[in-house]
């Protein structure tokens, strides 16, 4: 029966490579299903796993006196477990944004038929506790045992290509060639030629049952030519040519692939604040285990590369100075703030894990910053004006199963949003429902606002946003129940409730507003009535190859659902304003409607050649009358990729598109009808790259900012709105 099984799975792997667009992965041979546990990603048994049971990014298999082969369905890779093996497949790629096939081998033997396609690249990393291997298109293995002196061995063998292996604890890095092996805990951390009767061995000890690696793409065998007659020669007039020695590999071919793996370099043009600047950006990326390290050194000109004065000083900064423009004896403190900020601004990710570990830990420039469902800070982005911008953001967590955490700043260096959550799952041994409370903070929301606009006229509204210094304090609840867990299907439903209480610093003068903690902004202590404040409710997930969500919308005052989203840096001034003018009159026609709407999403990855996704958020008004009217506070969202394999010639291509008011601004609607679909409402980010040789792209990126002085003040048209400006680049990318 088990045979008929594989039989079948072997019969309909074609279909399912139709139809699983993304990565997927199943069980294809068991010598003893009931000596293997699968846990999901909570770490709940798997019931029953045999032959053909899907594994998930997250799963975890351990087998017991027993063997287990697998295969990755999209590309054909195999893996082969031998028994008292613990093995977790933390991520595939393709799947979720999933950059890399990631394997973490806690303990056992296992062996991988990695696939290599010609016109895409698959990226493998296994790893053990102790090392990490880096893998393409190859035949390898890897032990984690203990010897008889009870000291750890992690052994990484390869049979055919190579493999960059690297030690956690050093961050050094060998590459282990075919018919090598090499111990990271060994005296000398170098690879080690194997005999002939070590390979045969290996392959007699690692051998499939079910899987075969000459089907493996990459790794067919080469067919051998057809005989042809020798014809007749004079053996006394041939010559015996000599044989010519193979190069081996030099030290240097070695060594600059290794700095091809960990050194990136930008050389073009681009345009910051209108005016366009040369550039060199040199970008050095280290790793060690889960610890990944990423720098930029950025030198930004007009005319001299090797004059400092000509260069480009983001927010009036001159980010080479490292303090040398500063009065030591008179503002030490200044200084030294000076050198922190410029080394800071080196640093361009430092990350620790993954959101799917029990503690990850980013600091850098960080495009997405999402707490608890999203009502309160969804998609939220330090990064959106950069290179313009750049900053030092904060996020990290922690997830112990039953309860957790997480928190995030804007910048390190001057921390003016802030927030966390803390959630619970109270029943988690049951089902993993989440209960969570969210706080967040933008402690100066009219930090450094433009009082006049850029004709010299004065902007009142920010005038009074001076005055009064405001910040903002959001508070909110969510719940979130896994209601179905499958790998072609999936549902979460998930609720959270919030609002916003200002606190200003200052009363304000002619505008009737004292300063405090504005609660009755939130609720009106003499009626009971809550005010702005809003909440959502729906699901989200997965169905075959489609990721959905649809949720339900409701808000009211100066409330909007994803307060804090990816525009909400060029927008915090104006919505200061907005909320100065509230106070000064909280019982206006405006602040009495009630917004409502459905937003909904989807997407998918066809094929690993094209990821796409489309949402829009459609609301309506409820008045104080009772009656629905329609709103111009839609939102679209849409992002498109193009990956190698699509386009000829390596072309890929990529845009994401986020545009509030968007039927308003093509329908010229009221006060947008001189609104553009490319202003301080919208975020953009495209691109285009060209592949000219293997380490080598010429690639063109546009995107939007908004317009700053000198200092790094937002500049404003007549109407009170952020000027907003493109930025174009056109690079030549080196080892990206």
């Known amino acids: ?16 490579l139709f139809g699983q667009q993304q990565e997927s992965a199943i069980i294809l041979y068991l010598d003893d299903p009931a000596e293997v546990e699968i846990f999901d990603d909570n770490d709940f048994a798997v019931e029953n796993p045999d032959i053909g049971t899907e594994i998930n990014p997250g799963d975890r298999i351990v087998t017991g006196n027993t063997s287990a082969e697998v295969q990755f369905l999209q590309n054909g890779s195999i893996v082969h477990l031998k028994e008292n093996t613990d093995l977790r497949l933390q991520s595939l790629q393709g799947r979720d944004g999933g950059s890399e096939t990631r394997i973490d081998v806690g303990s056992g033997r296992m062996r991988m038929v990695a696939a290599r396609l010609s016109g895409r690249e698959y990226r493998y990393a296994v790893r053990t506790p102790g090392a990490v291997a880096g893998v393409r298109g190859t035949d390898f293995g890897v032990s984690v045992l ?5 000291a750890a061995v992690e052994e990484l063998f390869v049979l055919s290509g ?7 604890d050093t961050g050094e890095q060998i590459f282990v060639g075919a018919g090598q092996k090499a111990d990271v805990f060994a005296e000398t951390f170098l690879p080690v030629d194997m005999t002939q009767e070590e390979i045969g061995a290996l392959r007699q000890d690692f051998l499939f049952r079910e899987a075969t690696p000459a089907t493996v793409p990459g790794n067919e065998p080469e067919p051998e030519p057809e005989p042809e007659p020798e014809p007749e020669v004079n053996v006394e007039a041939v010559e015996i040519p000599t044989e010519e020695p193979q190069e081996e590999p030099g030290f240097g071919d070695r060594l600059f692939g290794n700095l091809a793996q960990i050194t990136g370099l930008q050389v073009g043009s681009v345009t910051l604040n209108g005016e366009t600047y040369s550039q060199a950006i040199f970008q050095p990326r280290l790793s060690a285990g889960k610890l990944a390290l990423g720098l930029y050194l950025p030198i930004t ?15 009036g900064n001159d980010e080479w100075s490292f303090g040398s423009d500063q009065d030591w004896n008179n503002e030490p403190a200044e200084a030294l703030a000076d050198v922190a900020t410029d080394i800071a601004l080196k640093v361009k990710y430092l990350e620790y894990g993954t959101r799917e570990d029990p503690f990850f830990l980013k600091v850098g420039n960080l495009d997405n910053f999402t707490l608890g469902q999203g009502l309160l800070m969804e998609n939220y982005a330090n990064d959106v004006d950069f290179p313009v911008v750049r900053r030092i953001g904060f996020n990290m967590g922690v997830d112990r199963r039953s309860w957790g955490f997480e928190a995030m700043a804007n910048d390190l260096i001057d921390p003016q949003i802030i927030g966390g959550r803390m959630y619970f799952r109270p029943v988690v041994e049951v089902l993993p429902v989440a209960i969570g409370i969210t706080g967040i903070t933008d402690r100066s929301p009219g930090d450094n606002i433009a009082l006049t606009d850029r004709d010299g006229n004065a902007i009142t509204a920010n005038q ?3 005055e009064t210094d405001p910040a903002f304090i959001n508070v909110g609840a969510d719940i979130s129940i896994p209601v179905i867990r499958r790998e072609i299907l999936s549902l979460t439903g998930y609720a959270e409730a919030g609002g916003m209480m200002p606190y200003l610093r200052n009363d304000g003068s002619d505008q009737g507003v004292s300063a405090g903690l504005e609660t ?7 009626t009971g009535e809550i005010r702005n404040f809003g909440w959502i409710a729906g699901f989200r997930g997965n169905a075959l190859i489609l990721d959905y969500r649809l949720e339900f919308r409701s808000f009211d005052g100066t409330f909007r659902p994803a307060f804090y989203d990816s525009s909400y840096d060029r927008l915090r001034a104006t919505y200061a304003a907005e909320t100065i003018a509230y106070l000064a009159n909280p019982d206006a026609e405006e602040y009495q409607q009630t917004t409502m709407g459905v937003f909904g999403q989807a997407g998918a990855n066809l094929f690993d050649l094209v990821g796409f996704s489309l949402g829009y958020f459609w609301p309506w008004v409820r008045t104080d009358a009772g009656s629905l009217e329609a709103s111009s506070n839609d939102e679209l969202v849409a992002n498109l990729y193009l990956q190698d394999g699509l386009i000829p010639y390596g072309i890929t291509a990529g845009l994401e598109y986020r545009r509030t008011f968007f039927a308003a601004t093509v329908g010229g609607w009221g006060s947008y009808e001189e609104a553009t679909l490319f202003d301080a409402n919208t975020t953009l980010d495209g691109y285009v790259s060209y592949p000219l040789t293997e380490q080598i792209k010429l690639v063109a990126r ?9 200092e790094g003040v937002i500049v404003y048209d007549k109407y009170g709105r952020p000027v907003i400006t493109p930025v174009v680049a056109v690079q030549t990318e080196i080892g990206l």
């Open 1 to 16: 029966m088990k045979r008929t099984f594989i039989a079948i799975v072997a019969l309909l792997l074609p279909v399912a």
């Open 702 to 710: 546009v995107s939007t900012a908004v317009k700053r002085d000198e």
């Open 520 to 526: 009755d902004a939130l609720v009106n202590l003499n």
């Open 162 to 168: 190579e493999v960059l292996f690297e030690a956690v």
């Open 146 to 150: 203990v010897d008889e002196a009870g």
């Open 464 to 466: 009074k946003v001076d």
């Open 301 to 315: 000109y007009t005319s001299s590369l090797f004059d400092p004065s000509d260069w480009y000083r983001p927010e």
